[in-house]
């Protein structure tokens, strides 16, 4: 059975930096895309940043330059790095692995806040 536990999220300052990690558990993650999402409070679910098994590497507008995507196969464990968070960065941030489906963790909470 596949699990995405995701964990890092927490209260910080504006300008400030968070890394959040999830570890998947099952044989999928080397095969996997693995992604970075974020929901805000009435908005839809967007991509923040995503990893190819290879390493290849894609981001939305909003984060390129501030965060980072990175990947362990050895851990099953993907990261994102978040530096210069801002107000607009506040959300739920999912961790999601695709291969064959789309599976996804519970989500960690990340408030940008002075």
């Known amino acids: 059975q596949v699990q995405l536990v995701e964990s890092g999220g927490g209260l910080v300052q504006p300008g400030g930096s968070l890394r959040l990690s999830c570890v998947v558990s099952?044989?999928?993650?080397?095969?996997?895309?693995m992604g970075w999402y974020r929901q805000a409070p009435g908005q839809q679910r967007e991509l923040v940043a995503a990893v190819t098994s290879g390493g290849n590497t894609n981001y939305a507008d909003s984060a390129k330059g501030r965060f980072t995507v990175s990947r362990d196969n050895a851990k099953n464990t993907v990261y994102l790095q978040m530096n210069n968070l801002k107000p607009e960065d506040t959300a739920v941030y999912y961790c999601n692995a695709r291969y064959i489906q789309a599976y996804w963790g519970q989500g960690t909470q990340v408030t940008v806040s002075s």
């Open positions: 099952g044989s999928i993650f080397i095969r996997s895309v």
